[in-house]
Protein backbone atom coordinates (compact mmCIF):
# COMPACT_ATOMS: atom_id res chain seq x y z
CA UNK A 1 0.00 0.00 0.00
CA UNK A 2 1.78 3.44 -1.15
CA UNK A 3 1.88 5.89 1.83
CA UNK A 4 -0.86 8.45 2.27
CA UNK A 5 1.49 11.58 2.28
CA UNK A 6 4.38 10.97 -0.49
CA UNK A 7 6.89 13.49 0.38
CA UNK A 8 8.48 12.15 -3.39
CA UNK A 9 5.27 13.33 -5.75
CA UNK A 10 3.94 16.18 -3.75
CA UNK A 11 2.34 18.03 -4.01
CA UNK A 12 4.63 20.48 -2.84
CA UNK A 13 4.67 24.21 -2.56
CA UNK A 14 7.68 25.38 -3.15
CA UNK A 15 6.61 29.25 -2.50
CA UNK A 16 6.16 28.16 1.43
CA UNK A 17 3.68 28.70 3.54
CA UNK A 18 3.67 30.74 6.75
CA UNK A 19 1.47 29.60 9.51
CA UNK A 20 -0.10 31.43 12.63
CA UNK A 21 -1.81 30.71 16.01
CA UNK A 22 -5.30 30.57 16.08
CA UNK A 23 -6.29 33.02 18.79
CA UNK A 24 -9.53 31.17 19.49
CA UNK A 25 -10.54 28.86 22.61
CA UNK A 26 -12.56 25.87 21.93
CA UNK A 27 -15.24 24.93 23.69
CA UNK A 28 -14.88 20.78 24.63
CA UNK A 29 -18.71 19.37 24.21
CA UNK A 30 -20.16 15.78 24.08
CA UNK A 31 -22.74 14.17 22.38
CA UNK A 32 -26.20 12.24 22.83
CA UNK A 33 -23.65 9.19 22.78
CA UNK A 34 -21.35 9.73 25.75
CA UNK A 35 -24.57 10.37 28.04
CA UNK A 36 -26.15 6.85 27.05
CA UNK A 37 -22.84 5.44 27.80
CA UNK A 38 -22.91 6.50 31.16
CA UNK A 39 -26.46 5.58 31.81
CA UNK A 40 -25.45 2.17 30.10
CA UNK A 41 -22.71 1.52 33.42
CA UNK A 42 -25.42 2.09 35.67
CA UNK A 43 -28.78 0.55 34.16
CA UNK A 44 -27.43 -2.49 32.35
CA UNK A 45 -24.92 -4.14 35.47
CA UNK A 46 -28.06 -3.43 37.75
CA UNK A 47 -30.28 -5.17 35.56
CA UNK A 48 -28.06 -7.93 34.85
CA UNK A 49 -27.37 -8.22 38.87
CA UNK A 50 -31.17 -8.74 39.33
CA UNK A 51 -31.71 -11.01 36.68
CA UNK A 52 -29.36 -13.21 37.31
CA UNK A 53 -30.95 -14.48 40.90
CA UNK A 54 -34.16 -13.83 39.68
CA UNK A 55 -33.51 -16.81 36.96
CA UNK A 56 -31.27 -19.15 38.86
CA UNK A 57 -33.66 -18.88 42.49
CA UNK A 58 -29.39 -17.46 43.84
CA UNK A 59 -29.01 -15.14 46.69
CA UNK A 60 -30.22 -11.60 46.01
CA UNK A 61 -27.20 -10.35 47.49
CA UNK A 62 -25.86 -10.83 43.84
CA UNK A 63 -28.08 -8.05 42.96
CA UNK A 64 -25.62 -5.35 45.35
CA UNK A 65 -23.03 -5.94 42.76
CA UNK A 66 -24.77 -4.33 39.85
CA UNK A 67 -23.88 -0.57 41.06
CA UNK A 68 -19.99 -1.82 41.21
CA UNK A 69 -19.40 -0.47 37.60
CA UNK A 70 -21.17 2.82 37.99
CA UNK A 71 -19.22 3.60 41.66
CA UNK A 72 -15.55 2.57 39.44
CA UNK A 73 -16.93 5.31 36.64
CA UNK A 74 -17.24 7.65 39.42
CA UNK A 75 -14.18 7.15 41.04
CA UNK A 76 -12.79 7.64 37.35
CA UNK A 77 -14.46 10.72 37.08
CA UNK A 78 -13.16 11.57 40.28
CA UNK A 79 -9.51 11.00 39.24
CA UNK A 80 -10.35 12.88 35.85
CA UNK A 81 -11.54 16.37 37.48
CA UNK A 82 -8.43 16.32 40.29
CA UNK A 83 -5.83 15.64 37.48
CA UNK A 84 -7.67 18.62 35.73
CA UNK A 85 -7.19 20.70 38.57
CA UNK A 86 -3.53 19.74 39.31
CA UNK A 87 -3.17 20.06 35.49
CA UNK A 88 -4.08 23.75 35.60
CA UNK A 89 -1.75 24.79 38.51
CA UNK A 90 0.82 23.67 36.57
CA UNK A 91 0.14 26.18 33.68
CA UNK A 92 -0.34 28.61 36.70
CA UNK A 93 3.47 28.25 37.47
CA UNK A 94 4.51 27.70 33.51
CA UNK A 95 2.91 31.14 33.00
CA UNK A 96 4.35 33.12 36.37
CA UNK A 97 7.65 31.69 35.01
CA UNK A 98 7.65 33.45 32.05
CA UNK A 99 6.11 36.39 33.92
CA UNK A 100 9.22 36.79 35.93
CA UNK A 101 11.31 36.71 33.55
CA UNK A 102 9.66 38.73 31.48
CA UNK A 103 9.78 41.07 34.09
CA UNK A 104 13.41 40.66 35.21
CA UNK A 105 13.83 41.96 31.35
CA UNK A 106 12.36 44.92 31.60
CA UNK A 107 14.31 45.86 34.61
CA UNK A 108 17.39 45.60 32.91
CA UNK A 109 16.05 47.12 29.77
CA UNK A 110 15.06 50.28 31.88
CA UNK A 111 18.28 50.10 33.40
CA UNK A 112 20.22 49.79 29.93
CA UNK A 113 18.11 52.80 28.84
CA UNK A 114 19.42 54.70 32.13
CA UNK A 115 22.51 54.28 31.45
CA UNK A 116 22.63 54.92 27.60
CA UNK A 117 20.38 57.93 28.54
CA UNK A 118 23.47 59.34 30.65
CA UNK A 119 25.89 59.03 27.02
CA UNK A 120 23.88 60.12 24.75
CA UNK A 121 20.45 62.06 24.57
CA UNK A 122 17.66 59.49 24.14
CA UNK A 123 14.55 60.38 21.80
CA UNK A 124 11.76 60.79 24.69
CA UNK A 125 9.78 58.49 23.27
CA UNK A 126 12.11 55.46 24.39
CA UNK A 127 12.10 56.78 27.93
CA UNK A 128 7.91 57.38 28.19
CA UNK A 129 8.17 53.29 26.55
CA UNK A 130 10.61 52.35 29.40
CA UNK A 131 7.90 53.87 31.64
CA UNK A 132 5.38 52.58 29.97
CA UNK A 133 6.33 48.34 30.48
CA UNK A 134 6.65 49.26 34.67
CA UNK A 135 3.30 50.83 34.56
CA UNK A 136 2.31 47.35 32.02
CA UNK A 137 3.67 44.86 35.00
CA UNK A 138 1.96 46.49 38.03
CA UNK A 139 -1.70 46.31 35.98
CA UNK A 140 -1.21 43.21 34.95
CA UNK A 141 -0.97 43.34 31.36
CA UNK A 142 -1.49 40.46 29.13
CA UNK A 143 1.70 38.38 28.79
CA UNK A 144 1.89 38.24 24.96
CA UNK A 145 0.97 42.27 24.68
CA UNK A 146 3.77 42.80 27.05
CA UNK A 147 6.39 40.26 25.58
CA UNK A 148 5.83 42.02 22.18
CA UNK A 149 6.14 45.90 23.96
CA UNK A 150 9.50 44.17 25.23
CA UNK A 151 10.49 43.48 22.21
CA UNK A 152 9.44 46.38 20.72
CA UNK A 153 11.49 48.66 23.46
CA UNK A 154 14.67 46.34 22.92
CA UNK A 155 14.33 47.07 18.96
CA UNK A 156 14.78 50.88 19.56
CA UNK A 157 17.73 50.16 22.22
CA UNK A 158 20.15 48.34 20.58
CA UNK A 159 20.82 50.40 17.68
CA UNK A 160 21.84 52.97 19.58
CA UNK A 161 24.11 51.04 21.29
CA UNK A 162 25.47 50.12 17.43
CA UNK A 163 25.45 53.99 16.01
CA UNK A 164 27.98 54.80 19.10
CA UNK A 165 30.63 51.94 18.90
CA UNK A 166 32.05 53.64 22.31
CA UNK A 167 29.21 52.24 24.41
CA UNK A 168 30.48 48.88 24.05
CA UNK A 169 32.95 49.28 26.23
CA UNK A 170 30.96 50.50 29.09
CA UNK A 171 31.24 47.97 31.34
CA UNK A 172 27.59 48.30 33.08
CA UNK A 173 26.33 48.47 29.39
CA UNK A 174 28.03 45.40 28.51
CA UNK A 175 26.67 43.32 31.43
CA UNK A 176 23.15 44.50 31.04
CA UNK A 177 23.27 43.43 27.08
CA UNK A 178 24.71 39.90 28.12
CA UNK A 179 21.87 39.62 30.76
CA UNK A 180 19.30 40.67 27.79
CA UNK A 181 20.70 38.16 25.73
CA UNK A 182 20.64 35.84 28.33
CA UNK A 183 16.86 36.40 30.18
CA UNK A 184 15.55 35.86 26.25
CA UNK A 185 17.11 32.56 25.93
CA UNK A 186 15.23 32.06 29.35
CA UNK A 187 11.91 33.21 27.92
CA UNK A 188 12.21 31.09 24.97
CA UNK A 189 12.97 27.90 26.83
CA UNK A 190 9.95 28.61 29.71
CA UNK A 191 7.60 29.27 26.38
CA UNK A 192 8.37 25.77 25.30
CA UNK A 193 7.95 24.39 28.28
CA UNK A 194 4.41 26.36 28.93
CA UNK A 195 3.50 25.09 25.24
CA UNK A 196 3.84 21.55 25.71
CA UNK A 197 1.61 22.48 28.75
CA UNK A 198 -0.83 23.76 27.00
CA UNK A 199 -0.81 20.98 24.22
CA UNK A 200 -1.34 18.44 27.18
CA UNK A 201 -4.32 20.58 28.35
CA UNK A 202 -5.50 20.62 25.02
CA UNK A 203 -5.30 16.79 24.39
CA UNK A 204 -6.33 15.72 27.08
CA UNK A 205 -9.66 17.68 26.79
CA UNK A 206 -10.78 15.64 24.29
CA UNK A 207 -9.54 11.88 26.12
CA UNK A 208 -12.89 10.03 25.47
CA UNK A 209 -14.42 8.72 27.58
CA UNK A 210 -13.70 10.27 31.12
CA UNK A 211 -11.54 13.32 30.53
CA UNK A 212 -13.81 14.49 27.86
CA UNK A 213 -17.05 14.09 29.57
CA UNK A 214 -15.28 15.87 32.18
CA UNK A 215 -14.31 18.81 30.68
CA UNK A 216 -17.31 19.13 29.15
CA UNK A 217 -19.06 19.12 32.09
CA UNK A 218 -16.86 21.79 33.63
CA UNK A 219 -16.83 23.75 30.20
CA UNK A 220 -13.14 23.72 29.57
CA UNK A 221 -11.94 25.15 27.02
CA UNK A 222 -8.90 24.52 24.33
CA UNK A 223 -6.01 26.75 25.65
CA UNK A 224 -4.35 29.05 23.30
CA UNK A 225 -0.46 28.63 23.56
CA UNK A 226 2.38 31.69 22.83
CA UNK A 227 1.69 33.74 20.20
CA UNK A 228 4.79 35.41 18.57
CA UNK A 229 3.78 39.28 17.34
CA UNK A 230 3.28 40.34 13.34
CA UNK A 231 6.84 42.73 14.42
CA UNK A 232 8.48 39.79 15.78
CA UNK A 233 7.75 37.57 12.50
CA UNK A 234 8.79 40.68 10.10
CA UNK A 235 11.84 41.16 12.04
CA UNK A 236 12.53 37.39 11.63
CA UNK A 237 12.01 37.60 8.09
CA UNK A 238 14.67 40.25 7.84
CA UNK A 239 18.25 40.36 6.53
CA UNK A 240 19.81 41.37 9.72
CA UNK A 241 23.87 41.30 7.80
CA UNK A 242 23.05 43.95 5.01
Known sequence: ??????????????????????????????GVGSTIFEICLWIVPIVIAVLIPWLTGETWFIAAAGIIPGLIWLYIKMKAENYFQQLEQKLQADASTIDNYIEQRVVI????????????????????????????IQQGEDRNTMSSQVDTLAGRLFPQVEAYPELKSHQEIADAIQQNSYLQ???TAARTVYNNRVNQWNRDIFDWPAKQIVAAKQQYTTRIPFIASAETKQRARSNFFN
Do not use: C, H
Not at 2 to 29: C, H, M, S, W, Y
Open 1 to 30: MANFLDEKTGPVNAAGRDVNVIDKQALVTI
Open 109 to 136: LENLASLINRAIELDKDVMKSVAGLRSG
Open 185 to 187: REI
